[in-house]
């Protein structure tokens, strides 16, 4: 390099280096093919899947165990597990590992769940996912670019992976063909200035699994064409402008490979409304959080509408309904079952609801999500109840029967959590802190013998002492589980 002078030259070799280290004379054999051995050392193909798909992030990217174990998840690497907390756990034992053999490592020993890899190392990964250099683009990341031309756009056509993150670029205008991306099984784009996407992009990628556009200020709507994402698993859209879910979900006939749905600082989403037809679509949806959002209710409706307005069933308490449900299925009588479609969020296994000021309760994703394990609710100033009015004897051991956590936090409006006993057989602890007008507990006499996991409630000693109970055998029975906070 000593004979370039102009800046230019030496920004295009630094690029160069960036994205293509194994060219440079025998950096393959005195580098990379040592690195290698490490590789080859891990213990199982998960691992070695699981170590090449942290390459896809940028030179020194900074790894969330939360985040990474979602996408692992999401690619179908843990699948299996019996289960996410049975995955996720998979998933921690192979980033130890990893750390152990020095393929990841520590960020800062006290900044817990974060971690990095050594740009060697990524560099290695880069040529193993490239089959030794000999396929190249089959990964492509941008980090903190301006722009880009449209016809560099369409030099990815080739790519498994595509990464954008602070590229200020609109995409609207962009040309795409049916098969631009024919191979694409990861699309991330973070913290962007996209509005929209081109006409067709969504079709153009069939076998895409993961799909996370998190952090996008400025996008408020999804396209029509996602519909034609048939392979979908993981579905992220945190910190965006969503304000609807388009009524194209529902022609995803797969839409049960969807395994989490992330939905995070939508300011503008005031309603969850998912339409019963699409339900048994989203019959493996294992994780749904739902964080800073405006939303006023979450329902399900006969019809075929997604997003907010119109005339739906409310969750907002509003009404005396003559069916417990009858809001959701406004088809329903007293005498008519609901049961049959108990099964609609039959895998969703975790619910996290945080920062929702204007929810007020929670039944209808309750009484779809029947293998439910782990409900978490906290800083909802308006909530006011998880289960809306009286629940149907023949129903009772039905609902929340699978649940082992509970935990309720700074809910200052809380006054019931279902206005029945209800058995509890798999809840293992009940957590609840600053939920001062909860009163009474959904445990009775009868569940002495149902709840017999339940080894843990913890919460206030002020709260614990004010609630009510039906008789003092009751009281003094769980007492013994009870843990001051």
Same mark, same amino acid.
């Given at each position: 390099?000593?004979?370039?002078?102009?800046?230019?030259?030496?920004?295009?070799?630094?690029?160069?280096?960036?994205?293509?280290?194994?060219?440079?004379?025998?950096?393959?054999?005195?580098?990379?093919?040592?690195?290698?051995?490490?590789?080859?050392? $891990?213990? *199982?193909?998960?691992?070695?899947?699981?170590?090449?798909?942290?390459?896809?992030?940028?030179?020194?990217?900074?790894?969330?165990?939360?985040?990474?174990?979602?996408?692992?998840?999401?690619?179908?690497?843990?699948?299996? @597990?019996?289960?996410?907390?049975?995955?996720?756990?998979?998933?921690?034992?192979?980033?130890?590992?990893?750390?152990?053999?020095?393929?990841?490592?520590? #960020?800062?020993?006290?900044?817990?769940?974060?971690?990095?890899?050594?740009?060697? &190392?990524?560099?290695?990964?880069?040529? $193993? #996912?490239?089959?030794?250099?000999?396929?190249?683009?089959?990964? !492509?990341?941008?980090?903190?670019?301006?722009?880009?031309?449209?016809?560099?756009?369409?030099?990815?056509?080739?790519?498994?992976?595509?990464?954008?993150?602070?590229?200020?670029?609109?995409?609207? *205008?962009?040309?795409?063909?049916?098969?631009?991306?024919?191979?694409?099984?990861?699309?991330?784009?973070?913290?962007?200035?996209?509005?929209?996407?081109?006409?067709?992009?969504?079709?153009?990628?069939?076998?895409?699994? !993961?799909?996370?556009?998190?952090?996008?200020?400025?996008?408020?709507?999804?396209?029509?064409?996602?519909?034609?994402? &048939?392979?979908?698993?993981?579905?992220?859209?945190?910190?965006?402008?969503?304000?609807?879910?388009?009524?194209?979900?529902?022609?995803?006939?797969?839409?049960?490979?969807?395994?989490?749905?992330?939905?995070?600082?939508?300011?503008?989403?005031?309603?969850?409304?998912?339409?019963?037809?699409?339900?048994?679509?989203?019959?493996?949806?294992?994780?749904?959080?739902?964080?800073?959002?405006?939303?006023?209710?979450?329902?399900? &409706?006969?019809?075929?509408?997604?997003?907010?307005?119109?005339?739906?069933?409310?969750?907002?308490?509003?009404?005396?309904?003559?069916?417990?449900?009858?809001?959701?299925?406004?088809?329903?009588?007293?005498?008519?079952?609901?049961?049959?479609?108990?099964? @609609?969020?039959?895998?969703?296994?975790?619910? #996290?609801?945080?920062? @929702?000021?204007?929810?007020?309760?929670?039944?209808? #994703?309750?009484?779809?999500?029947?293998?439910?394990?782990?409900?978490?609710?906290?800083?909802?100033?308006?909530?006011?109840?998880?289960?809306?009015?009286?629940?149907?004897?023949?129903? !009772?051991?039905?609902?929340?029967?699978?649940?082992?956590?509970?935990?309720?936090?700074?809910?200052?409006?809380?006054?019931?959590? @279902?206005?029945?006993?209800?058995?509890?057989?798999?809840?293992?602890?009940? &957590? !609840?802190?600053?939920?001062?007008?909860?009163?009474?507990?959904?445990?009775?006499? *009868?569940?002495?013998?149902?709840?017999?996991?339940?080894?843990?409630?913890?919460?206030?000693?002020?709260?614990?002492?004010?609630?009510?109970?039906?008789?003092?055998?009751?009281?003094?029975?769980?007492?013994?589980?009870?843990?001051?906070?």
């Amino acid at each position: 390099m000593a004979s370039r002078k102009h800046p230019d030259d030496w920004r295009r070799a630094i690029k160069y280096l960036k994205n293509r280290p194994s060219d440079f004379a025998r950096m393959t054999e005195r580098v990379l093919s040592v690195l290698e051995f490490s590789y080859e050392a $891990l213990p *199982n193909e998960t691992q070695k899947k699981c170590f090449l798909y942290c390459s896809i992030f940028p030179e020194d990217y900074v790894y969330r165990m939360d985040e990474l174990i979602d996408l692992w998840m999401g690619e179908g690497f843990l699948s299996e @597990c019996d289960g996410s907390h049975e995955a996720r756990d998979w998933g921690i034992d192979i980033i130890r590992y990893l750390k152990r053999v020095c393929l990841l490592e520590e #960020v800062d020993m006290s900044t817990q769940g974060s971690f990095k890899m050594h740009d060697v &190392v990524r560099d290695m990964a880069l040529w $193993l #996912v490239s089959e030794h250099g000999q396929k190249k683009n089959k990964i !492509v990341c941008l980090e903190k670019q301006r722009s880009f031309e449209p016809k560099e756009f369409m030099k990815w056509t080739n790519a498994e992976t595509i990464f954008l993150q602070d590229v200020y670029q609109e995409m609207g *205008n962009f040309p795409v063909t049916p098969t631009a991306f024919s191979s694409l099984s990861t699309l991330i784009i973070r913290r962007t200035r996209v509005k929209t996407f081109p006409k067709g992009f969504f079709c153009s990628m069939p076998l895409l699994r !993961v799909l996370d556009l998190s952090d996008n200020e400025d996008l408020a709507d999804l396209p029509d064409d996602i519909g034609a994402l &048939v392979n979908l698993w993981y579905l992220d859209l945190r910190w965006t402008e969503i304000t609807k879910l388009p009524v194209e979900l529902k022609t995803l006939t797969k839409l049960k490979c969807l395994r989490r749905l992330g939905l995070e600082s939508c300011k503008g989403l005031q309603s969850l409304i998912i339409p019963k037809p699409s339900l048994r679509r989203m019959e493996h949806l294992r994780v749904l959080g739902i964080f800073e959002c405006e939303l006023e209710e979450i329902s399900v &409706v006969k019809g075929e509408s997604y997003g907010c307005g119109g005339e739906t069933g409310r969750s907002d308490g509003s009404g005396s309904p003559p069916h417990p449900f009858a809001s959701y299925y406004p088809e329903l009588t007293s005498t008519s079952s609901c049961l049959e479609s108990q099964n @609609c969020f039959r895998s969703l296994k975790r619910i #996290v609801i945080g920062f @929702c000021g204007s929810l007020k309760e929670v039944t209808a #994703v309750i009484y779809h999500a029947p293998s439910l394990t782990h409900l978490l609710i906290q800083f909802c100033s308006e909530m006011r109840e998880l289960i809306r009015g009286d629940i149907e004897d023949s129903h !009772v051991d039905r609902t929340l029967s699978c649940l082992i956590h509970l935990e309720l936090t700074d809910l200052p409006k809380l006054e019931s959590i @279902c206005k029945r006993a209800l058995p509890f057989p798999s809840l293992k602890s009940l &957590v !609840v802190m600053k939920c001062p007008k909860l009163e009474k507990l959904p445990l009775d006499s *009868n569940s002495k013998g149902s709840a017999r996991q339940l080894s843990r409630i913890e919460g206030g000693e002020k709260w614990w002492d004010g609630l009510r109970w039906d008789d003092p055998e009751t009281k003094q029975y769980f007492s013994t589980k009870f843990v001051g906070r």
